[in-house]
Nanobody, 119 residues
């Protein structure tokens, strides 16, 4: 139903910034929740941030709170993750996903984009 494509990953220095984008295409629901996840080598995939598309309400993992900001552009059907004050611990493959049920089940996923933070 929905296809998600991430972009904006790359290499940043500790303390630097990156902005990730996730463009959605296809048939989408107005009330769905978008999320950013990340997976570091040898670790499980973890939730980074979520945003309710309609209301704009957000939630963040404690590890990124105050440093990352999730937002959306309805006209462009795009969700963003602004990452500031990057740390080497932020190095991971970042994925965007969509939860259409509101139950926490993210059924649509992007292909992922690599973020590498050097010290």
């Amino acid at each position: 139903q929905v296809q998600l494509v991430e972009s904006g990953g790359g290499l940043a220095q500790s303390g630097g910034s990156l902005r990730l984008s996730c463009a959605a295409s296809g048939r989408i629901f107005s009330s769905y929740v978008m999320g950013w996840f990340r997976q570091a080598p040898g670790k499980e995939r973890k939730l980074v941030a979520t945003i309710n598309w309609s209301a704009g309400s957000t939630n963040y993992a404690e590890s990124v709170k105050g440093r990352f900001t999730i937002s959306r552009d309805n006209a462009k059907k795009t969700v963003y993750l602004q990452m500031n004050s990057l740390k080497p611990e932020d190095t991971a493959v970042y994925y965007c996903a969509a939860d259409f049920s509101g139950s926490g089940l993210f059924s649509s996923w992007g292909q992922g984009t690599q973020v590498t933070v050097s010290s």
